[in-house]
């Protein structure tokens, strides 16, 4: 736990906020993501009870989750996170709650669940590469049309590695399960 306030404090230090924030692929790829693991990091292993009834089978707190990470995947948010100090603080709020539900909610959901979080994951990711690869005009108004080509790159490159992942799942370790 007081590594995950530490390495939070370190986030919200401002020459780290601004040094993460000033480039758009480091933006959605590393900060974002270095807030989930705070949330992650906060949770542990501990056993919450508190959120057992609301959270008993995963469902509700991955629900929540996955809009919150939907709602930080949009191009108007990560701007406004630049100009707007109320949704910058929701940033730094919403991420880490983000994580800390991820976490209690993961073990607890059902592999076919797991696998529509995967399968609704893929389709998003592809969608905004087609978004920010495809689109010749800046959609975001704080970051140059290169760097939302870089970002497209990025995340066609996360769908093309995770769809190899996949295969590999079914294919290789299927069938060496299958052997045994």
């Known amino acids: 736990m007081k ?14 906020r601004e040094g993460l924030e000033s480039v758009m692929v480091l933006h959605m790829f590393l900060q974002l993501p270095l807030l989930i693991l705070v ?3 906060l949770h542990g292993n ?3 009870r508190f959120l057992e009834k609301w959270n008993e089978n995963g469902v509700a707190g991955m ?4 809009g919150v990470l939907i709602f930080w995947m949009l191009p108007r948010s990560l701007d406004d996170a630049l100009t707007e100090i109320g949704i910058e603080v929701w940033k730094f709020v919403s991420l880490p709650l983000l994580g800390f539900l ?5 073990r607890k959901i059902v592999g076919i669940f797991k696998s529509f979080l995967y399968i609704n994951f893929l ?4 969608l905004l590469a087609w978004l920010y690869l495809g689109t010749p005009v800046q959609i975001c108004n704080n970051y140059l049309i290169n760097e939302q080509q870089i970002v497209g790159a990025v ?3 996360i769908v093309l590695v995770s769809i190899l992942y996949l295969l590999y799942l ?10 045994i």
Do not use: C, H, K, Q
């Open 155 to 157: 995340y066609l490159s």
């Open 39 to 41: 949330g992650i990091l």
């Open 123 to 126: 389709s998003m990711f592809g």
């Open 102 to 106: 991820w976490r209690n909610s993961w």
């Open 3 to 16: 590594l995950a306030i530490l390495f939070y404090i370190l986030l919200l230090a401002p020459g780290t």
């Open 170 to 179: 079914v294919f290789v370790r299927g069938l060496e399960e299958e052997a």
């Open 46 to 48: 501990r056993d919450w």
């Open 63 to 66: 629900l929540l989750a996955v």
